[in-house]
């Protein structure tokens, strides 16, 4: 006699495996898929097509300022089961510590979630971070049960010269079998090639000729689309001109205000298809190609995979009926209150701040010419504008929308400040700050003013981080993220709500660039072409060294 399962879910399923859809009877007991055909069961489901949970092939829980569990509680409903998790904006602030802190979280969720380990952290020498996480540490954090590889490998420089530091961690990687992902912006030629010889996937492509070169060399390909960076529609011809089994479909860096909405991945599935993909095919970027790229027993509704299965009441539009996560329908409700983070400490070393110290020092009275950082493109570019100045201060810059920037060290007692001018976010009056910075997640403030900058500043520094808008005319609105100056302890809905009334500051204070204050999350990353600011100073990428904010 047959013995009695858990679960038996009907419906035409999407076979990722074949590429076919099948009408099937799928039979599931203490979590895991047991086989196909009807048996004596407990509870009986029925679905118009039944898929494999979604996988989010490379992201950072932490751009959504929200923890593990409450991140959880935003993508389940929408059918992603799963997530590859890089975790290094929260190492770059707490280091090692601060992994481990969300390693711990993945047990007291229901979301599987994997990780790789930071390769980068610092992402380079030319700004402070909170922490180092060295080759001793990464073999260290390798061998942790929920670590599936070595995140992206933000220093393609060390791997070409031959940095011990940093092929030490990737050797480490290999000893145990995981994937090295790459971070890779416009590289290409022999360079590419020989970065092929150690790493093994790609996510930083902004045009297709970039990404199909990649392809060729063999590396495994993310799709990108995420908050601050939508590549999806450009790349999704690669989809046809490849084979498609070695693309995968990502977020990277995804904000709370589109999680509202949507789960990132769920929304490029049904892009994908409404552009004429076969369903099947798509399904199979979100599930089995992240699979088999990490070396995941979920992706695939097989027998002896764990019975991670989205319910559909329709495959094109990828309309969510039940989720089920380890055999448990419907999982978050038999989740209990989401626990406490385990890092509750404050991360805002720096000193109080006043508008002196935001005046560049070569930038004295009279006509100044000056390095601009270009924001109206999704890549920073170099301008070169020219400043009146009187008393360090200039008279005309927010007419021609060149406003003060600056870059806050706030990990240690340093005191060190990059100052600049950045173009591109028509801020009329007042100023915006935020310890959302990557990578290393210093203090970033832009404003009309000195004063309104020092302001808004000495606000984040008192509550612990996070983002705030001073607006001369109706004071300051902020969202405080006291874990880490990255993470709010507060529900979903609460940080979502919070964060509206800031990005409506924003545009009150005259913001023109589509992400609000979120745009000021990548003017200090330094690893991304073309120029960005850190607390160190100016730094030309291409170089990759400091330069002259003011030429004359």
Request: hydrophobic share 45%.
């Amino acid at each position: 006699m047959t013995a009695t399962v858990d679960l038996l879910v009907r419906g035409t399923m999407v076979n990722v495996l074949t590429g076919t859809l099948e009408e099937r009877t799928i039979a599931v007991d203490d979590g895991v898929i047991v086989g196909f055909g009807d048996r004596p069961t407990n509870a009986e489901y029925e679905a118009a097509y039944v898929a494999p949970g979604l996988i989010n092939s490379h992201m950072h829980v932490e751009s959504t300022m929200l923890t593990l569990p409450q991140y959880a509680e935003g993508v389940l409903p929408h059918g992603v089961t799963g997530i590859v998790a890089d975790p290094h904006e929260i190492g770059n602030v707490l280091g090692v510590a601060g992994i481990r802190a969300l390693l711990a979280q993945a047990e007291q969720t229901p979301l599987r979630a994997v990780f790789t380990v930071p390769s980068s952290v610092p992402a380079s020498g030319l700004q402070d971070a909170g922490a180092t996480i060295d080759a001793a540490d990464t073999a260290a954090l390798l061998e942790e049960e929920r670590v599936v590889g070595l995140a992206e490998v933000m220093d393609a420089e060390g791997v070409l010269e031959g940095d011990g530091e940093i092929h030490a961690k990737i050797a480490a990687a290999r000893r145990h079998g995981l994937t090295v992902d790459g971070h890779l912006p416009r590289r290409s030629g022999t360079e590419l090639h020989e970065l092929c010889h150690h790493l093994d996937t790609a996510h930083e492509s902004r045009v297709l000729s970039e990404a199909r070169e990649k392809a060729d060399c063999g590396m495994r390909i993310h799709l990108r689309e995420g908050s601050s960076s939508k590549n999806l529609e450009e790349l999704m011809p690669l989809i046809d001109a490849v084979d498609s089994r070695r693309l995968m479909l990502c977020t990277d860096n995804f904000y709370i205000d589109d999680l509202v909405e949507h789960a990132g991945i769920d929304d490029a599935l049904r892009r994908v298809i409404a552009a004429g993909t076969d369903p099947v095919e798509a399904v199979q970027l979100a599930t089995i190609n992240v699979a088999e790229t990490y070396g995941l027993d979920s992706g695939a509704i097989q027998p002896g995979a764990p019975a991670d299965l989205v319910l559909l009441d329709d495959l094109e539009t990828w309309a969510v009926d039940r989720v089920v996560v380890d055999g448990v329908v419907d999982p978050l409700a038999a989740v209990d209150e989401p626990p406490a983070f385990e890092l509750d400490h404050n991360t805002m070393s720096c000193p109080p701040l006043s508008a002196a110290d935001f005046v560049h020092p070569d930038l004295v009275d009279g006509e100044r010419t000056v390095r601009v950082i270009d924001h109206t493109g999704e890549v920073t570019t170099e301008t070169i504008e020219r400043l009146t100045v009187r008393d360090g201060v200039p008279t005309d810059a927010t007419e021609d929308d060149v406003l003060a920037l600056a870059v806050i060290e706030r990990h240690s007692d340093d005191d060190s400040i990059g100052r600049g001018f950045v173009h591109g976010f028509g801020i009329d009056r007042g100023a915006m700050a935020s310890t959302v910075a990557h990578d290393a997640h210093n203090l970033v403030v832009v404003g009309a003013d000195y004063d309104a900058m020092a302001t808004v500043a000495n606000h984040l520094r008192d509550v612990g981080g996070g983002l705030a808008v001073y607006d001369p005319e109706n004071g300051i609105s902020e969202l405080p993220l006291p874990i880490a100056g990255l993470l709010s302890y507060q529900p979903l809905e609460t940080v979502a709500e919070r964060f509206e009334l800031v990005q409506e500051a924003a545009l009150t204070i005259g913001t023109t660039l589509p992400g609000g204050i979120m745009e000021l999350d990548n003017l200090s990353l330094e690893v991304v072409p073309e120029l960005r600011l850190t607390n160190n100073g100016l730094v030309d990428v291409a170089s990759m060294s400091i330069i002259d904010v003011v030429l004359e």
